[in-house]
């Protein structure tokens, strides 16, 4: 049988050329938040089932890769076989549940206020398509011990700092909080159990538009008048923002809380980029408690960050309420969208050393030695007979410059 040649499905091989660009990205990332105080540390890609489909992760929990019992454990004989029965672990679907896992487990020997800085692949069994794939890569910052505004403006301040060290810099912060969303929805006369239901609905205007939120609302039953109540919040909101929010039963505090985020952060941003007031932002998980945030790059259909307050689940591990807070960038759309504006990874001078069959091959790797000293990055090929046709691949491979060797004095020339 012909081997299949493609990787399984949802997962992708990386070339050389994008591997050299995710690997300065992540880089220039890590860099700029360890600078500013985060710590790096790491987690398994594989977790107790129990802590991921505990977690109030929303529609992840659904597309979770769940990994089958071992040896003994494994009893495929037993009667009325459930999947609790079949497996006890799964790959991670996202970096907040291990964080939490692991401060509740380490925080004796952590700061009392730990900033964190994780990355590492994530695994989420969804539906494969292009840019959405069901291995990628996360890069998270999270504050967990700081319940207060302090927080949130550094969180942003330090998000949009890695963006713009990469030359990221036409993008917006787009700023809720999952309070005022309760708020407003439970005042336009919708219940409790409900609200989960609406916010997916909501978070579909960018796509199906007001009339589409409207009927899809109404086809799956709710009360007429609170859907029209509602449709008319999003349109008020919409054009006045945190102004009328108290006419919606949201409290004082949190209007204030809102506000003073952004406000700061725009002065502190300085006109680099804007931090905005969005009502329609919902974000899917679960367990966010209070503010949520995303950044809109350009005019792409997708953020390429995001993240909130989730002041619930660090505690629920071990009984008690602990204040915590995240941002993530979406670093596989980012480099993507990077990689198609043709990035270029800055300050990289590559060399190919070339060298004739008679040359003595130690002799070469010697030479090669020395141009790296000079702070080049030098690869070492056998010289072809159609040098132009080589020089010129070479080239599309993003070498700068070239050499053929010589035991006396090997000369650089630009590749051109």
């Known amino acids: 049988m012909k081997a299949n040649l493609n990787p399984a499905k949802g997962m992708r091989d990386i070339t050389p050329y994008e591997k050299e660009i995710r690997d ?29 489909t505990g977690s109030e992760g929303g ?7 769940k990994i ?16 609790e029965d079949l497996s006890d672990l799964g790959l991670r679907y996202d970096l907040t549940v291990p964080l939490s896992r692991f401060y509740c487990n380490n925080r004796a020997n952590l700061t009392p206020v730990f900033k964190a800085l994780q990355v590492g692949n994530v695994f989420r069994a969804e539906r494969a398509q292009k840019g959405r794939y ?4 996360q890069c998270d ?51 409790e159990e409900e609200f989960d239901g609406v916010c997916i609905v909501v978070d579909k205007l960018d796509k199906i538009g007001i009339n589409g939120i409207k009927s899809e609302m109404e086809d799956k039953g709710y009360n007429k008048t609170a859907v029209e109540k509602l449709i008319e919040a999003l349109k008020e909101i919409n054009k006045k923002g945190t102004n009328c929010l108290n006419e919606y039963g949201v409290p004082k505090e949190v209007i204030s809380d809102i506000n003073k985020v952004l406000e700061e952060s725009n002065t502190y941003a300085d006109g680099k980029y804007d931090v905005i007031f969005d009502f329609t932002l919902i974000r899917g998980m679960g367990y966010y408690t209070g503010s949520i945030f995303e950044i809109a790059y350009k005019d792409l259909g997708y953020s390429i960050a995001g993240g909130g307050r989730y002041d619930e689940m660090v505690g629920n591990f071990i009984g008690e309420k602990i204040p915590a807070i995240g941002f993530s960038i979406g670093f596989e759309r980012l480099v993507n969208q990077l990689m198609e504006e043709n990035f270029k990874v800055p300050d990289l001078e590559k060399v190919v050393l070339l060298y004739e069959p008679a040359d003595r091959y130690i002799d070469v790797l010697a030479k090669a030695e020395n141009i790296r000293k000079d702070g080049y990055t030098v690869s070492v090929y056998e010289k072809a007979k159609k040098l132009g046709k080589q020089l010129n691949q070479f080239q599309a491979f993003g070498y700068k410059k070239f050499a053929v060797y010589n035991s006396d004095e090997t000369e650089l020339k630009e590749l051109s």
């Open 134 to 137: 069901r291995s990628f890569k």
């Open 59 to 65: 529609e992840n929990l659904m597309l979770i890769f």
């Open 24 to 52: 300065y990205v992540e880089g220039v990332i890590v860099n700029t938040y360890k600078q500013s105080g985060f710590e790096l540390f790491e987690t398994p890609v594989v977790e107790n089932i129990e802590n991921l």
């Open 68 to 83: 089958l019992k071992r040896g003994d454990k494994l009893d495929l004989k037993k009667e009325g076989l459930t999947e």
């Open 141 to 191: 910052i999270d504050i967990i011990g700081d319940g207060t505004q302090a927080a949130e403006l550094e969180l942003i301040a330090t998000t949009a700092k890695a963006l713009t060290a990469l030359n990221v810099t036409d993008f917006v912060v787009r700023f809720n909080d999952r309070r005022v969303l309760k708020a407003v929805i439970l005042n336009c006369g919708f219940t």
